[in-house]
């Protein structure tokens, strides 16, 4: 399987026990402040401390990062400006290679030509999934509706 666009992994490897914990305890610290801007001080390799401001937005962030590290999970991260191949869409996506060509020449994706190979900006999938989610979602509701109708 190829990697998205842009893959940090952890040194190459599954996070260690004591990185897991360490996820994990940070975590909770965050989590105890994610409502509000949240400070936190650490001290740099000259002993100094530095103040760091984590915003609602970035703590959420930050958390669901550390939710997974903590759980043993590979993280990759994608910036939104980065252009993929379609194999990287398609394993974002989790469907198949031609499936999603076929959701770009039905004109579902944003994509541009580079000479014979198609291209999508991250932020364009990113789009069509939250598009495709809110769809599922909103026939999930239907469908619980209509369940409930039968009770």
Same mark, same amino acid.
Request: net charge negative; charged share 30%.
């Given at each position: 399987?190829?990697?998205?666009?842009?893959?940090?992994?952890?040194?190459?490897?599954?996070?260690?026990?004591?990185?897991?914990?360490?996820?994990?305890?940070?975590?909770?610290?965050?989590?105890? &402040?994610?409502?509000?801007?949240?400070?936190?001080?650490?001290?740099?390799?000259?002993?100094?401390?530095?103040?760091?401001?984590?915003?609602?937005?970035?703590?959420?962030?930050?958390?669901? @990062?550390?939710?997974?590290?903590?759980?043993?999970?590979?993280?990759?991260?994608?910036?939104?400006?980065?252009?993929?191949?379609?194999?990287?869409?398609?394993?974002?996506?989790? @469907?198949?290679?031609?499936?999603?060509?076929?959701?770009?020449?039905?004109?579902?994706?944003? &994509?541009?030509?580079?000479?014979? &190979?198609?291209?999508?900006?991250?932020?364009?999938?990113?789009?069509?999934?939250?598009?495709?989610?809110?769809?599922?979602?909103?026939?999930?509701?239907?469908?619980?509706?209509?369940?409930?109708?039968?009770?």
């Amino acid at each position: 399987m190829t990697m998205p666009a842009f893959a940090e992994p952890l040194g190459g490897r599954l996070p260690s026990d004591d990185e897991k914990a360490a996820a994990n305890q940070l975590r909770k610290i965050i989590a105890a &402040h994610a409502a509000d801007d949240a400070k936190l001080r650490v001290i740099d390799e000259d002993k100094k401390p530095i103040d760091i401001t984590l915003t609602p937005a970035l703590s959420n962030l930050l958390m669901e @990062v550390l939710r997974h590290v903590g759980s043993g999970d590979v993280v990759t991260l994608v910036p939104v400006g980065q252009m993929m191949s379609t194999q990287q869409a398609a394993d974002i996506l989790n @469907v198949s290679r031609p499936f999603l060509i076929s959701l770009l020449d039905r004109g579902d994706i944003r &994509h541009t030509k580079v000479g014979r &190979h198609r291209r999508i900006k991250a932020e364009d999938l990113f789009a069509y999934k939250k598009r495709r989610d809110e769809g599922h979602n909103e026939a999930l509701s239907a469908l619980t509706e209509m369940d409930a109708e039968y009770l």
